[in-house]
């Protein structure tokens, strides 16, 4: 996997988007829960006035979000999710993947510059809120 | 294009611009009246070559325009001339092929569709197998869609509600603008003017963004009349289905959802609404039942009535609604929803009209029913013309904004005494006992501890009732109802949400669901016996839903009856009606008629001068509350100070009860 990746940090690790599932990246603002929602889903947002579902990106990964700063809009068809991340490194050309990884939403991880970089499965992401349980 | 391609264009070009010339001196002397046969002869030969070489090098849009005016003449020599008419449109199509043949196609589709008008005759395209080139691309529906009155083009319905997106937060934005621009205002009038100006153009473009999501009826309808022709053919019934209003207007998620609901209506109606021909004879009645379906406009909501001729529900059932105050809708629905054991006609009717009526109110929608014995129904579901739009009430739990539909809100009130009700606490609403939840409990989270009085809102549907405890109410207000996005579709719970003016997100809730969690099912009718009270007849005035209910909660908690208007003429009208009234509670700012002209009525009415009026004003309006004096208010109490004891001392100490 190589081309244009944004690159993200979550919990002082790097991790990186394939540029053509990002629509955008914005400030992570007021969050509303929504109660009964699944639990990768932490709540909704304003998003210039369109009701955006927001991912935990961090617990789905495994991991504890420092502070989640910027959310990454990714795009799958119809589905679309804020995923939530401490902040955002830089866009640019990622070196192929060179290290297999164990995780459901990552595809495989690179190195830049002497750091490991995940490389997230955007599809998986967005493909994993399978069946919400209802409220109450 | 290789080098001879290009030669061979150019040859072309050549060849027909000498057919060009020869057709439009022949086309001028037939106009003169100095030709015959010989010179249509010409030019349909000149028409037919131009074609054929056009199509043999795939300049496709050309060879059309040829073909058509090959096709005109072809008229013209049957007619044994060219009709006077024709003149002018062949000669502009001469010159639309000129240019055609040197790449400019814009003109050719509307020549080729005018062409065509002149006798009727469709225009004979050639196969589409051929390359593109100058006039390549197929033309049929393009010369449609620009030769017709009412052009139309598609746009994807997501897009349509982007642009919603947008539209709607460019008017919060310009309040908010407003709101923060404030004192400047004030000493500008000319900017003020502009701000206002504005406001209104955002609202007429939201609007017209609305009414792109909305789509005629008769997108759904195409079904019925075979659908109702099989289930009569089903039942062995004579049945005739007339449809009128097919061009009534709805959202187009209201389309996809509702053509299930009709056909049950239909089927209802066929099933257990016709009679056998034979019954139908006997009884005066034409052998076919009619069932007419019928939608228009009814203020904001849009009315799809189905009518039939049948034998209607029984006149114990109307008895029944009468007695106990319900409507025929709810006890219909109830029956075929709880008693499936008694199948008779009568609960037969109901079967599945529960699933009709909740889906109707998830939109915010009602159901309505009408019937006489022996002469037929009426089934009326009411929709709001957009999802888009939604009247919702708004209040807070936890510091987060919430909403309903105002469509499933009985009342509004507050908490004074709380009952049990199997060991969990209800309200007790002049005798009807209501269970009574924490929303934080209901939706599965948790929230700060509730005000020891707190205020709850009484959603109502089926039949049920659930108080849902909150923290505060906001008002009722019209929101933009929006999606909470594909990955959330099919969670249950919620409608959607809606932006505050503030930005901030007030999650709708789904009010059926609400009644159907754990502590909802348990509404229960208890008759007990009111007790009979002497207290105050009071008339409680106010534009606001929610302050109004408040009052009248308050006040009925207290023994007093209580009457409601909307505005100060409604209000008036009452007072009129009502002989024993004893006391007016009266906001001041409503539309209509505001509180001060209703005080100002009131004193001036003979018969009610001495009425008792207490001015409801909002804290540190003094000026309100000079003229209220003025004008003879009896009392005045603040909004924002409202509480129970003041509300109740006032009236106490005006009526001495």
Not at chain 2, 328 to 340: H, W
Request: glycine content about 10%; overall charge negative; proline content about 5%.
């Amino acid at each position: 996997v190589s081309g244009v990746h944004v690159r993200v940090r979550i919990a002082r690790e790097q991790y990186a988007l394939p540029v053509e599932r990002v629509l955008e990246v914005a400030e992570l603002g007021a969050l509303t829960p929504v109660p009964g929602s699944s639990p990768q889903i932490i709540g909704v947002c304003n998003l210039r006035g369109q009701v955006v579902p927001v991912m935990a990106l961090a617990s789905m990964l495994g991991l504890v979000a420092q502070e989640p700063d910027r959310i990454v809009i990714a795009e799958l068809g119809e589905r679309r999710a804020g995923l939530a991340v401490d902040a955002v490194v830089d866009v640019g050309e990622l070196p192929d993947a060179s290290e297999q990884v164990d995780s459901p939403y990552l595809t495989g991880a690179a190195l830049v510059d002497g750091v490991l970089v995940g490389i997230l499965d955007a599809d998986a992401i967005l493909s994993s809120v399978e069946s919400p349980e209802p409220p109450a | 294009l290789s080098p001879s391609d290009e030669e061979i264009h150019e040859l072309v070009r050549q060849e027909a611009g000498d057919c060009l010339q020869r057709m439009e001196s022949n086309l001028l002397a037939l106009e003169s009246g100095g030709g015959g046969a010989g010179e249509v002869d010409a030019i349909l030969r000149d028409a037919h070559s131009i074609k054929g070489s056009a199509a043999m090098i795939g300049w496709r849009k050309a060879a059309d325009l040829a073909s058509a005016v090959e096709d005109s003449m072809e008229q013209a020599r049957e007619r044994g001339g060219l009709p006077a008419e024709f003149v002018d449109p062949l000669l502009r199509a001469v010159d639309a092929l000129g240019r055609a043949l040197e790449g400019e196609t814009e003109a050719v589709a509307p020549i080729v569709e005018e062409l065509a008008s002149l006798g009727g005759a469709e225009p004979e395209g050639d196969g589409s197998s051929m390359a593109d080139g100058p006039g390549g691309a197929p033309s049929r529906e393009t010369a449609a869609g620009s030769g017709a009155g009412q052009a139309t083009i598609r746009i994807s319905a997501a897009k349509v509600d982007r642009m919603l997106d947008v539209v709607g937060e460019t008017v919060l934005y310009h309040r908010r603008l407003e709101h923060s621009l404030g004192d400047t205002l004030r000493d500008g009038r000319q900017a003020s003017e502009e701000l206002d100006m504005g406001e209104q153009l955002l609202d007429e473009l939201q609007d017209s963004v609305i009414q792109m999501r909305t789509l005629p009826l008769s997108t759904i309808t195409a079904s019925f009349p075979r659908a109702t022709r099989d289930l009569a053919s089903q039942e062995g019934k004579e049945v005739e289905l007339t449809i009128d209003g097919t061009e009534t207007q709805l959202d187009r998620v209201i389309l996809e959802g509702i053509s299930e609901a009709i056909v049950h209506v239909l089927r209802n109606a066929v099933a257990h609404g016709i009679e056998e021909a034979d019954e139908r004879e006997a009884a005066g009645k034409p052998r076919a039942g009619r069932i007419e379906l019928r939608a228009e406009p009814r203020g904001r909501m849009v009315a799809i009535q189905v009518a039939d001729d049948g034998r209607g529900v029984s006149a114990d059932l109307l008895a029944r609604a009468e007695e106990e105050e319900g409507s025929l809708a709810d006890i219909l629905a109830e029956t075929g929803f709880s008693t499936a054991e008694r199948v008779t006609d009568v609960a037969g009717r109901g079967v599945g009209l529960d699933a009709v009526k909740r889906h109707v109110e998830s939109l915010g929608g009602g159901l309505e029913l009408q019937s006489r014995p022996g002469r037929g129904t009426e089934v009326t579901l009411l929709l709001p013309v957009t999802l888009a739009l939604m009247r919702v009430l708004l209040f807070e739990r936890g510091g987060r904004p919430f909403g309903l539909p105002m469509s499933s809100v009985g009342r509004v009130v507050a908490v004074a005494d709380t009952t049990s009700l199997g060991n969990r606490p209800a309200l007790d609403l002049e005798g009807q006992v209501v269970p009574l939840s924490d929303l934080a409990t209901l939706i599965g989270t948790a929230g700060p501890p509730l005000a020891e009085h707190p205020q709850a809102v009484v959603v109502e549907s089926l039949g049920r009732s659930l108080a849902v405890a909150c923290d505060e109410l906001l008002g009722d207000e019209e929101v933009v109802i929006k999606s909470l996005g594909a990955i959330m579709a099919g969670m249950p719970g919620y409608l959607g949400a809606a932006i505050l003016g503030d930005g901030r997100i007030a999650l709708v809730l789904d009010p059926n669901h609400l009644l159907k969690a754990p502590l909802g099912a348990m509404a229960l009718d208890q008759p007990d016996e009111t007790e009979e009270t002497t207290h105050t007849r009071v008339l409680v005035v106010d534009d606001q839903f929610a302050a109004r209910e408040l009052q009248r909660s308050i006040l009925e908690a207290a023994g007093h009856r209580v009457e409601v208007a909307g505005d100060g003429r409604e209000a008036l009208r009452l007072i009129g009606e009502l002989a024993d009234l004893d006391l007016v509670l009266t906001d001041v700012q409503m539309p209509e008629m505001d509180g001060f002209e209703l005080l100002e009525a009131i004193r001036a009415d003979d018969e009610h001068s001495s009425l008792p009026v207490v001015i409801v004003t909002t804290l540190g309006d003094e000026d309100s509350r000079r003229r209220g004096v003025e004008g003879g208010a009896d009392a005045y109490i603040v909004k924002e100070e409202f509480d129970q004891q003041t509300l109740l001392g006032t009236i106490e100490r005006l009526t001495g009860r």
